[in-house]
């Protein structure tokens, strides 16, 4: 007995000491140094039989795939071929420390010009799970776009059943002509742009459409098992419900944060955002194929690509001698909301609940030390002298948050104060709320023009902030996915009409809020998020519609430097692009 016991004893320690080290192996984890290199080349592209010369990275459509772990360094060099200027954005990343590295042109870096390169250099902390890169000037986000995937640390796990593959899918737009010719023909005339000729699943546009049949992403499973589809909206200018034919998905992480898991037949992704998904195969093989479909999600009135892009869901047949020929499969197609189903839209994101679990809590600002309105919406500029404009009433289109169409600079913004050079470049006087109140969400006002600026809101470091942005019908209310660059933040409540800063706020979740990096402000409604200002630099905040942000529905933060080392922002890099 006493040896059994001694043996019982030697076991355990042995247990111990392999749960301590397995348990300090991940926590210590120093990462690894990952080296990746973009060549921005031009190359010919077909789809929907149109043949063009674009922009691409490494010749890919879409870009290569980025694959890292939380901690991991990331280097990568990007060197351009092509005669347009370029940057690129890591959407979703941080930055902590490294605000350089975050991509926006003229405002943390002047373009990638034709024959220069720029090395992005960047550590990934406290974050895993599904992000994407894209270009970040002008619309060659059209066609410069990736996965970025974020696994976790070695010997951490995913807090749900590990999948049995995962499955990147990003959806994106295709245009017959060059995009960039597109909104350069769109800010003369002042006018509304022409839309996509068709939305792209992988790069694929699928079926549904003419000349595609061979262009469609096929997703093979195996009957019975778990497959994590990473899905990402990379489209330059819609919201889009995705469905799959007799399948229902659970939703277990959105923008690269776990999430209450839950399931649901359709799912709303606006551009910028990511969600993962846990797919259960049926168990046997069902003798059938299944469509995968996504299409818009429009709630303004302006004209918008009316179609819908599919891919197909293959089951691995059980024998290779079926008597079921393959292409003799019944096909089935699913049924996805209206265009305008506003009331899916908002019942599908108020399910959205951070996982806050003693692993990954939500962090959310209990208190708060400056609290900001923003109204966001259309408008107009008036139209230059001896010129037809094909904007309301003969204007120009443009766009605002807080009346301020943002006006970019020609010096980088985080150039320009880092250097203590900001005269000339951008003013630090956005305004906190509106200087004009009105029924924002009623009847709209006569006058519909806009101001125009490049303004800032200053931040002293590890300020607590509550925003409100509320959207206007000033030219028809309409949705804005809301991209907030540098930080996530917790959306703590949503609703319709105007905000009511009595009322709406007795109703804030401030326990278990989704907590997002792009947030869709409601057509006709508003939403308040939460975050703390604990990033020194300067971050864009934009409208992640690409026609609202030539339009100018942008703006920016800079956030001061904290007393400690590790809460300054560095100087730039020697190779840091020259305007």
Not at 97 to 103: H, K, R
Not at 431 to 442: K, L, V
Not at 520 to 543: E, T
Request: hydrophobic share 40%.
């Amino acid at each position: 007995m006493a040896k059994f016991l001694l043996s019982s004893t030697q076991f355990l320690l042995v247990l111990f000491s392999f749960v301590a080290l397995s348990l300090f192996s991940w926590s210590a984890y120093a990462g690894v140094t990952k080296h990746y290199t973009f060549d921005i080349k031009l190359q010919n592209v077909t789809r929907l039989c149109h043949t063009k010369s674009m922009v691409t990275v490494n010749g890919q459509f879409p870009g290569p795939r980025i694959v890292a772990r939380e901690g991991d360094r990331l280097l990568i060099k990007v060197v351009n071929h092509v005669q347009n200027n370029i940057t690129i954005h890591w959407h979703g990343i941080r930055q902590l420390q490294s605000g350089w590295a975050d991509g926006p042109g003229y405002i943390t870096q002047c373009p990638i010009q034709t024959g220069q390169s720029y090395v992005y250099n960047f550590t990934i902390v406290g974050q895993r799970g599904t992000l994407f890169w894209h270009a970040h000037i002008s619309w060659l986000r059209s066609t410069v776009y990736g996965p970025l995937i974020i696994l976790p640390k070695p010997n951490v796990s995913y807090p749900f059943s590990k999948p049995h593959k995962e499955v990147p899918i990003i959806f994106g737009e295709w245009f017959n002509v060059d995009p960039e010719a597109i909104i350069s023909q769109a800010m003369q005339t002042g006018g509304g742009p022409n839309v996509s000729d068709a939305y792209t699943l992988n790069g694929l546009p699928g079926p549904l459409y003419s000349c595609s049949a061979q262009d469609t992403f096929r997703l093979k499973v195996k009957p019975g098992k778990t497959y994590l589809l990473r899905l990402i909206n990379a489209a330059l200018n819609d919201e889009l419900f995705f469905s799959i034919a007799n399948h229902s998905v659970t939703i277990v992480e959105a923008d690269a944060i776990y999430v209450k898991p839950f399931e649901t037949d359709t799912l709303l992704i606006t551009p910028g955002q990511t969600t993962n998904v846990l797919l259960k195969a049926k168990p046997n093989f069902p003798a059938a194929d299944f469509l995968m479909t996504a299409r818009p999600y429009a709630t303004g009135q302006g004209t918008f690509d009316n179609s819908t892009v599919a891919g197909v869901l293959e089951y691995e047949s059980p024998s290779l001698h079926s008597t079921v020929p393959v292409k003799n499969l019944p096909l089935f197609k699913p049924n996805l909301p209206a265009l305008n189903d506003t009331s899916f839209a908002t019942s599908f994101t108020n399910r959205l609940k951070s996982l806050a679990s003693a692993q990954y809590p939500a962090n959310v600002p209990q208190k708060v030390d400056k609290h900001f309105f923003f109204t966001v919406g259309l408008g107009t500029n008036p139209c230059d002298q001896n010129q037809t404009c094909q904007g309301p009433n003969g204007t120009k289109f443009a766009a605002s948050v807080n009346n301020v169409s943002f006006v970019q600079p020609t010096t980088a913004l985080l150039q320009a104060h880092f250097f203590g050079q900001s005269n000339g470049v951008f003013s630090p006087s956005f305004p906190f709320s509106p200087a004009h109140w009105f029924n924002f969400t009623g009847n709209p006002p006569n006058n519909t023009m806009v101001g125009n600026g490049t303004k800032v809101v200053v931040l002293p470091f590890n300020t607590s902030v509550e925003l409100v942005m509320q959207d206007t019908s000033i030219l028809g209310v309409e949705s804005h996915p809301l991209h907030l660059h540098g930080f996530n933040f917790f959306v703590v409540g949503q609703g319709f009409g105007n905000y009511d800063p009595k009322n709406d706020p007795k109703k804030f979740n401030l326990v278990d809020p989704i907590e997002r990096n792009t947030v869709g402000v409601p057509a006709s409604g508003w939403v308040a998020i939460r975050f703390l200002a604990d990033n020194p630099g300067v971050w864009f905040m934009h409208c992640h519609l690409e026609v609202h942000t030539s339009w100018g529905l942008k703006m920016a933060w800079l956030v001061l430097d904290g007393k400690l080392p590790n809460q300054k922002l560095p100087p730039p890099p020697a190779d840091l692009p020259k305007c």
